[in-house]
C-alpha cells in the first residue's frame, strides 16, 4: 500500500520516472501566511496561468476531535481552483497531529500535505518547529516513520538548509531519501538568515546531488533573468516554488514557461486587484480588516510598478474602503506597471517587509 503511494506521487511528481512525459518546467506558488489563503488563491488563478500547485499558509493546533473553527474549514474549501491543484500545509511536532491533519484532508479529496521545516520565525523555530527542528534528523526521522506509516495521500517537506548552519542538510537527506518524501522543496537560506543574505547554491547543490527524490528549488527568483540564472546552474531541476517574485509580479510564470500574456499589463493588474478587493469584502463580509489584507499584499505588488515607495504610501494610510478606493484609481492614474522585466534590477525590495 505504500509503495503503492510512493509510486503514484512519483509517477504524477517525479520529473526523472521513467514513464514520464516530456521535461516540462513547474512552478508552484509558495505558502505566505496571510496572503495566500483561500480567496487569493481563487482570485489569482482565474487571472493568471502558469502555476502548477498552490500552496496553503500553514495549518497549526490541529485538536484531536479535528474540529477546525468555520474560518479555518473554509479554508480548505477546495482541493483545487481554476484546475490547479491545492495542497494544504502544516506546522507541527507532533506526529499525532500530523497524521490526524493528513486524514483529515484525505477524506476532504487533497492529494498531497506539506510539512513546514523551514518556518525561521523564532517564536516557531525556538520550540524545534520550522526550521528549528532541522539541527535535530533524529527527530525528524522518529516523526517521519510513524507518520509515513499511516499516512496514504502524498507526504512533501518545505524545508530550508538548515537553522544554525547549511551543513545541517546533509544529515536530514538520508532521512528523506530513507522515508521517501514525495517532494522536497528547498529554500536555499539557513533559519538564522531569515530573508537576509543569498541564497545558498552550493550548499543546495550539493544537497541535490545526493538527493534522490523530487527537489523543488525555492529563493530570490524575482524576475526571468534570476530564473534562467538558477535554472542553468540546476540543470536537474525542473520545479520552483515562486513566493515574493510571483506576489510582486502574478505574471512571472507565465513569462517563465513563455505562455501568451495580454498586452495590457497595467489594465490586468488593475482588474486583478479589484476582483481580489471585491472578493476579500465579500469573505470578511465588509470587515475593515480586508484592508490589512490587501496592504500586506501590496507590499509585493507595488514593488512592480515604476515608484514602489510612493505607490505603497498612497495605500498605507487608507482606513476606511473609500480611502483605499481612491488611492488605487491614484496608483493607476499616476504610476505605470513595469512588472519584474522592467525593474532596474533583481534581487532584495526595494521596501522593506520585516
Ligand atoms: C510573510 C511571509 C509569510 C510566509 N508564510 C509561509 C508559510 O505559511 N509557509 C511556508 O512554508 N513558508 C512561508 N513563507 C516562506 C515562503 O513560502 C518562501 O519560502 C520564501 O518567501 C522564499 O521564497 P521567495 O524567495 O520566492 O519569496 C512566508 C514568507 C513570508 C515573507
Redesign the pocket.
Known sequence: MKYERYDDCHSILNPNSKSLKPLTTSIYL??????TGVTFRKVYSSHFQGVDKL?T??FTAINSELKLPARKLNELGHVSENGVDVVP?ILSKDADEIIRFAQFCEKLGFKELNW?M??PYPMVANKKRGSGMLPYPEMVDEILQKVMAETNICFSV?CRLGYFSPDEIYKLTPVFNHHKISELTI?ARIGKQL?TGEPDLETFGKALSLLKIPVVY????FSLNDFQRVSNHFPAINTW?????LLSDPFLPAIIKGLPIETDRQAAIRRFIDELYSAYRMQLNDNPAVLGILKEYWHYLAESFNNPHKVFKKLKKAKKFDEYETGVDAVFREYEWVGSEGKMQSGEPAIS?F
Do not use: E, T
Not at 509558495?30 to 496572503?35: D, K, L, T, V
Open positions: 509558495a505558502p505566505f501566511q496571510g496572503i500552496y499558509p500553514f500545509q513546514n523551514g518556518c518545505k529554500h530573508y525555492n529563493g530570490d527568483i516554488m515562486i513566493g515574493r517574485g517587509l
